[in-house]
């Protein structure tokens, strides 16, 4: 256990200024984990609904076909971005984990890294949950 | 702000406020969760491609979700390229998700009977998960 903080020495405390946020407790580094979590669970229990879903094709095309309407109703599609959204982060997060364990400089950099994958994360998500629903707002107002 | 790290202050990991297991296991699980955590790394690089790539064709590309019904399934699938696509992304994100949940559940229950049963349930729904999907992409028939 050699990456262990070592114990306060004993006698008068001189309180040493501790670096503000490790990786793990508080700030950037807690929060990313946090949402890490969440999304991986959001994505997991989606994972296990949708191949229940598609296995209707299995059973017939019209069965496959009525699930399938479910996704293509507006709430729902405005939930799937909210899906592709989870999973995006998800990935991106997953990058800057495997950075921060596999690049010796990793650690130094997490809480830039945090940054910029938020900022990736916005300016794939933007352009992204337009085009994911366009085709639902073009078929609602029958211009396809 | 924060302090940037630096050779005075590397970035730490701070001792668990956790407290430690009452009773040290007396055999050891050898090298599994090194495995493991490898694996999530491992599955995760592989899983960027392939989850975001299917995300991406399925949701933006052409009609986005408004395309999609049986025929089209059946159009993917007569192409072994996607078969194998989808059967290697089904293994891979059900595992990853499923150790994921198992990370989950061991670090939240308290109760022996609890972690154990939630645990069954997990690794059930795995199973299942796992079967039903790859009886699917192997048995499908487009002429149904």
Redesign the interface.
């Known amino acids: 256990m050699s990456?262990?903080?070592p114990p306060a020495p004993a006698g008068p405390v001189v309180r040493k200024k501790?670096?503000?946020?490790?990786?793990?407790?508080g700030?950037e580094g807690m929060w990313s984990w946090v949402a890490h979590?969440i999304t991986?669970?959001l994505?997991?229990f989606f994972?296990?609904a949708h191949?229940?879903d598609?296995?209707l094709?299995?059973v017939?095309?019209?069965s496959?076909?009525r699930i399938?309407e479910t996704?293509?109703n507006p709430i729902v599609?405005l939930m799937?971005i909210g899906l592709?959204g989870a999973?995006?982060y998800h990935?991106l997060n997953?990058?800057r984990?495997?950075t921060i364990?596999?690049w010796f400089k990793g650690?130094?950099y997490?809480?830039q890294m945090l940054w910029a994958i938020v900022g990736i994360w916005l300016v794939v998500m933007i352009p992204?949950s337009y085009?994911?629903i366009?085709?639902?707002v073009e078929?609602l107002f029958g211009s396809k | 702000m924060?302090?940037?790290?630096d050779e005075a202050?590397?970035?730490?990991?701070?001792?668990p406020r956790s407290m430690p297991p009452r009773r040290v296991p007396r055999t050891s699980r050898g090298n599994f969760e090194l495995y493991a955590w490898l694996f999530m790394?491992v599955s995760?690089?592989l899983?960027?491609v392939l989850?975001?790539g299917h995300?991406f064709i399925m949701?933006?590309l052409d009609?986005?979700?408004?395309?999609?019904?049986?025929?089209f399934?059946?159009g993917r699938w007569s192409s072994p390229f996607w078969q194998t696509w989808d059967l290697l992304m089904?293994w891979l994100?059900?595992l990853h998700?499923?150790n994921?949940?198992r990370t989950?559940i061991n670090d939240y229950t308290r109760r022996d009977t609890t972690r154990f049963w939630l645990k069954m349930l997990l690794y059930a729904?795995s199973g299942l998960?796992l079967f039903?999907?790859t009886?699917?992409i192997f048995?499908?028939?487009p002429t149904?």
């Open positions: 990456s262990v903080a501790k670096p503000s946020g490790t990786l793990y407790r700030r979590r991986g669970m994505t997991f994972l296990f191949v229940l598609t296995a094709v299995r017939s095309p019209d496959y076909d399938i996704y293509k599609n799937e592709v999973v995006l990935a997953g990058i984990i495997m364990d596999f650690p130094n997490q809480r992204g085009f994911m366009i085709h639902t078929n | 924060s302090v940037e790290f202050h590397p970035p730490m990991i701070e001792v790394r995760g690089m899983l960027v989850v975001l995300l949701n933006i009609g986005g979700v408004q395309r999609i019904n049986f025929a399934v059946a089904l994100a059900q998700g499923a994921g949940m989950i729904a998960v039903l999907g009886l699917v048995t499908f028939d149904i």
